[in-house]
């Protein structure tokens, strides 16, 4: 396996001068986040990008994410030259040498969690999702800021969406996405780029608005769309794991043996007796999954893609972009780096 870290470019509080000094790092997964969604990414500002990545002593191999307008999940609108952009991206991105592309199928809210900074018992702080604070949330009242979520959008936008949205069925999300692959994998395999979807997260429905990247029926539904080896996934244990439906270690037993794991997310995260979740540190004893299982999934699958540090609560003082700091993160590089060492010589 690859070590990487995802990195939020130039602005981003954690520099690539101290990701570069965790032991076995080998990149840094990044995007370009000032282009608006849908639009195409120019060589110029990828090979900029890898410059500055390749400076700093770091591989700059994966992207996460290139984000999906809505329109084409919506399959309306700009759909076809959204998709015609998408294509472009996956060339432009290919012939900068990346070799994975991450992305996801959500209706408007990416990742979501009702509170960002939730103190924990040993005084660090982490992001949650507890249910009593998610019934007082009202996406449409215009007060809602949650990272993962768009601040662009206006409150008349997110109206218009979930009206949208309101009037589309699973099965029509379904439709849209294999629209969407079948256009968009021939690409991916004549420039060498792998395609990997992240999982919902939560993987259940949010606000009422349809979710179905979110277990193994759906997964081998999402795998069979296009059945090729680029058409492939982002395994996040943590999406994935935070309802006990999903068992972890048998899903990357699974895929990865079928060679369709190109970027693997490792967290833990405590699932709370309601069905809310905590997200904690690494450490198998921190939270409901078994970290090591998970990693020996891997192992015993000849797992030679890229993996990463997921989120990572806020320790020592910290302060940043949450889930995003530097420390935890860097704690879970480092424990995933032992497993990993203690199961290339135990085999
Ligand atoms: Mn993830």
């Known amino acids: 396996m690859k070590m990487t870290f995802r990195w939020y470019g130039s602005d981003d509080p954690v520099s690539l001068s101290k990701i570069r000094q965790i032991p076995n790092m080998s990149g840094v997964v990044s995007a370009i986040y000032d282009i608006p969604v849908g639009e195409v990414w120019p060589v110029e500002r990828i090979q ?11 591989e700059l191999e994966v992207i996460e994410s290139v984000p999906v ?3 084409i999940k919506l399959g309306r609108g700009d759909c076809e030259r959204y998709i015609e952009n998408y294509k472009q991206n996956i060339k432009n991105l290919g012939q900068c040498g990346i070799k994975v592309i991450c992305y996801n199928f959500m209706p408007v809210f990416d990742w979501t969690r009702t509170q960002l900074d939730k103190e924990l018992p040993d005084g660090s702080n982490a992001l949650v999702y507890y249910k009593d604070q998610l019934e007082k949330m009202n996406p449409l009242s215009g007060e809602l800021s949650l990272p993962g979520w768009d601040a662009s959008y206006k409150k008349e936008d997110l109206q218009e969406l979930f009206e949208a949205y309101g009037k589309l069925t699973e099965e029509d999300l379904w439709h849209n996405l294999e629209h969407f692959l079948s256009e968009i994998i021939p690409v991916a395999e004549a420039s060498d780029v792998k395609m990997a979807i992240h999982p919902d997260d939560p993987p259940w429905n949010i606000f009422g608005l349809p979710r179905i990247i979110t277990n193994e029926k759906n997964l081998d539904r999402f795998l069979a769309l296009v059945d090729s080896p680029y ?16 068992d972890i270690p048998a899903l990357v037993r ?4 079928m060679g369709r794991i190109h970027f693997a997310h490792v967290r833990n995260v405590k699932i709370l007796p309601d069905g809310g979740f ?16 998970i990693l020996k999934a891997y192992h015993d699958a000849g797992f030679d893609g890229y993996i990463r540090p997921d ?3 806020m320790i020592w003082g910290e302060t940043g972009r949450a889930g995003y700091g530097l420390y935890d993160r860097a704690l879970g590089a480092v424990y995933i780096n032992g497993i990993w060492e203690a199961l290339d010589k135990m085999s």
């Open 254 to 257: 699974k895929y990865a043996g």
């Open 311 to 313: 989120h990572g609560r």
């Open 278 to 293: 905590e997200e904690s540190a690494h450490d198998s004893s921190c939270g409901s999954l078994d970290i090591f299982a």
């Open 231 to 246: 058409n492939g996934l982002t395994l996040c244990s943590g999406s994935l794991g935070c309802t006990t439906a999903n």
């Open 48 to 58: 900029a990008l890898k410059r500055e990545v390749t400076a700093a002593g770091l």
């Open 69 to 71: 307008h809505e329109d």
